[in-house]
């Protein structure tokens, strides 16, 4: 199912978000303090509109392609209400079949942090996709970010899975309960 809507990250634009999706020619039109030189901005993730209409944040300075010589990738951000996520990991060889990839992400939130958790299967390049929805367990969800991974090798067990559950931590029902995580 395919739906319009105005989307109005698009109108006036906060520059130090603009600058994720789109480098001017003349440096002056960042309208940044700091300008991003075209070195930098190349190595910046892609970051999609609503990843800012939802006031996420990184927990720290990430770039575009992570890279890994274990093949467990972490990525943390923050959020200011609770979400649903999801990670999709895609292989660029494709002897990998897509359901080798099926269990190899992990969501957990932690108080305002949302933690992305990659157990790679074998070294090689693959493409990480986060989805996110502010409604709880809305089928439809929308693409906030994606990065490259490298992983030149795999130190442990490369069999291990993580079990297919939507998300570890922060739940409507766990707030409903007064719970919290630790």
Known sequence: LMTYQCDEFYFLTDPEEHIYQHYPDAEHWQLLKNPVSLKDFVKLPVVKSPFFNNKLGFVEHIESI?????GLVELRLRTP?????VAKLKSRDKRIPPE???????V???SNDVIFTVN?????AFYLELFASSKWGSESMDNICAF????????????LSFPQIGCFGRTPRFQKYGLSEQ
Do not use: H, W, Y
């Not at 080798?100 to 992990?106: A, I």
């Not at 490259?148 to 069999?159: F, G, M, N, W």
């Open 100 to 106: 080798v990839l099926k269990d190899r992400t992990l």
């Open 120 to 124: 790679l299967p074998s070294p090689g």
């Open 108 to 110: 957990r939130t932690i």
């Open 148 to 159: 490259q991974i490298k992983c030149t090798s795999v130190l442990r067990d490369a069999q």
């Open 81 to 85: 209400k609770l979400m649903s996520f």
């Open 66 to 70: 992570l890279e890994t010589n274990s």
